[in-house]
């Protein structure tokens, strides 16, 4: 018995290749079946996310196999016989280094990113409940999913922040732990500021306030995001009780000086102030950083982190796949 | 007997702060040094029971005692506190004091050889000793906390977040908290030690240690009356609570 794998993912197939391809979660486990039903196949299995979807089997022939499955997928996602050219086919050791490359996030579209060992995890659950896989699959991922944590506790991969909008939540969770007890106030109701508010919302943050010069656009992204709404004029007000300022507003000069925060300081009761400048030009005098109790990242120290986290991670691939390796080596593959 | 097992003390609290820093410096958590600080508190107990049964009262009756006690006391705080407020670096931070407060206790002549036995002590007496002593552990606690705080503070102003210490320092607001709380334990614990003292017989020469005590116990009260009420920055909290341990170390050492 051959072990095999046929897939796409971001490297090889644009997103309207991918799109065809995707099987919603509620289906992994039918898929699966489907693939072991296939002649010749003893066992399927089938990824899918965003960035990719593969079909894993274990079959007694592997062009028999392949020629199957692309047909059945040809058939099912109706599309131009060249759709050929984005899939990618791997066979036995092959396979089993390309699983571990995924669930270690190595092949990731953001390197050694911790979402997809869950995603492989559960596409695993699905088709073992399914009754599609047996001893060759339930090894093979069993072992794949002990290298992917070996992988990710030995080696930094999956170390810092690696998106603006993280880094920033980050810090704020290392300036204010979990973040149910904090307030958020975004300045400016542009894109980014409302990225990095839900990135916080999502982590807890207590309430949002949202000052902008148009009212009516803040009343709308405080609507969005279950926050309150703010005139302009009054943001002075509500930095006595907030935490985290994000600042984005398309002002040509600074808005926040160090006297607006000065006079916040006794009503804060010197609380501990963080503030995150995204806007270009940027929205918040660099002086309001010399306060004590103030933590002032703008965009470019932001961008920094993050291109300094991806370049960390990019520096632990070596020593990832060498992991693999020898972990591969230990590996008792059919046939 | 006592003195191996002081020494095995320090050998253990100088495991857990290497180890911890080690760890630390490997960016990982620092998850034996519980263990480590565990095993020399048990030999600081063994320790101050000999000395205790020795003396016949609290042994808190030379400089070495104390300082032992007072490392003990330490160790039990951030036992309490560590795990508690999920601040595992506190012990990292705490290993390298207790073996320093240890240390001095095995300078010659600071601990007794011959501890003097106590026919029977006097209940205020005792109270008023291990409650400060107690007090000065928490106070210590927080001052190690403190020292913390200034790390990360540096750190997140300056934006060095690279370091194994960064990742593995618990956040702000956790560690100001649990500060803040030292503090008020601490405060209260000296309190009761200062009521106990004014209650115990003594005699002229210890007006100057009641002063000592007083002054100090003013520091701190200020401090966190200041804190309660105005509010102050998380650097200036830590800055003055090192200061009041270094300076209530520094006072008792000459008064």
């Given amino acids: ?335 | 007997m006592d003195r191996w097992l002081l020494l095995t003390a320090i050998l253990l609290a100088l495991i857990a702060s290497v180890r911890g820093m080690l760890a630390v410096h490997h960016g990982r958590r620092s998850r034996s040094t519980v263990v480590w600080m565990l095993a020399a508190m048990a030999c600081q107990v063994a320790f101050l029971m000999i000395r205790g049964e020795a003396r016949g009262v609290c042994p808190l009756k030379d400089w070495g005692e104390i300082m032992v006690f007072l490392s003990w006391s330490l160790s039990l705080f951030y036992l309490l506190v560590g795990p508690a407020y999920r601040i595992s670096l506190l012990g990292v931070f705490s290993a390298p004091v207790v073996v320093l407060f240890q240390s001095i206790a095995l300078l010659p002549g600071v601990l007794h050889a011959h501890p003097k036995k106590f026919a029977d002590g006097n209940l205020w007496h005792e109270l008023h000793s291990a409650t400060s002593v107690l007090g000065y552990g928490a106070l210590a606690l927080a001052a190690v906390a403190g020292v913390m705080f200034l790390v990360l503070d540096r750190q997140l102003k300056e934006h060095h977040l690279k370091s194994g210490l960064f990742r593995n320092l618990p956040p702000v607001r956790e560690l100001l908290v649990s500060l803040e709380r030292l503090l008020w334990l601490g405060g209260s614990l000296l309190t009761l030690g200062i009521l106990a003292g004014c209650l115990m017989p003594h005699d002229k020469q210890a007006i100057g240690h009641l002063i000592a005590a007083l002054t100090i116990w003013t520091g701190y009260a200020v401090l966190m009356t200041v804190k309660a009420t105005r509010g102050l920055t998380g650097r200036r909290l830590s800055l003055l609570t090192v200061g009041l341990f270094i300076l209530s170390l520094g006072v008792f050492a000459f008064v």
């Fill in chain 1, 1 to 335: 018995m051959k072990l095999l794998c046929l897939g796409l993912n971001h490297r090889t197939a644009p997103v309207e290749v991918r799109e065809r391809f995707a099987v919603s979660t509620s289906k992994l486990g039918s898929v699966a079946c489907e693939l072991a039903a296939m002649t010749g196949v003893a066992e399927g299995l089938v990824i899918s996310t965003c960035n990719r979807t593969e079909f894993y089997l274990v079959a007694s022939d592997a062009r028999q196999a392949f020629e199957q499955l692309e047909s059945h997928l040809a058939q099912k996602t109706q599309l131009a016989p060249d759709v050929a050219d984005h899939l990618y086919r791997l066979e036995q050791t092959s396979v089993t280094r390309h699983l571990c490359q995924v669930v270690s996030g190595l092949n990731s579209m953001l390197l050694g990113e911790t979402e997809i060992f869950g995603q492989v995890k559960q596409s695993y659950q699905a088709a073992l409940e399914a009754g599609a896989t047996s001893s060759v699959l339930n090894r093979i991922f069993q072992r794949a999913f002990g290298v992917g944590k070996k992988v990710r506790t030995e080696t930094s991969i999956q170390q810092g922040s690696t998106s603006v909008g993280n880094v920033a939540v980050d810090l704020a969770e290392k300036i204010f732990g979990h973040l149910k007890d904090s307030e958020v106030m975004i300045l400016g109701a542009g894109e980014m500021s409302r990225i990095t508010a839900q990135s916080l919302v999502s982590r807890g943050a207590r309430s949002i306030f949202v000052a902008n010069r148009s009212y009516d656009r803040a009343v709308e992204l405080a609507a969005e995001m279950g926050g309150s709404a703010v005139r302009f004029d009054a943001w002075q007000k509500v930095l006595e009780r907030v935490d985290v300022v994000i600042s984005s507003t398309g002002c040509p000069f600074p808005i926040v000086h160090r006297a607006d925060v000065e006079q916040a300081r006794h009503a804060r009761k010197f609380r501990p102030l963080f503030f995150i400048d995204i806007a270009v030009p940027r929205d918040i005098d660099p002086a309001v950083g010399d306060i004590e109790e103030v933590y002032l990242y703008d965009i470019d120290t932001l961008e920094q982190l993050a291109e300094e986290a991806r370049s960390r991670r990019h520096l632990q691939i070596e020593q990832c796949e060498r992991i693999i390796e020898t972990e591969l080596a230990k590996f008792e593959l059919p046939g």
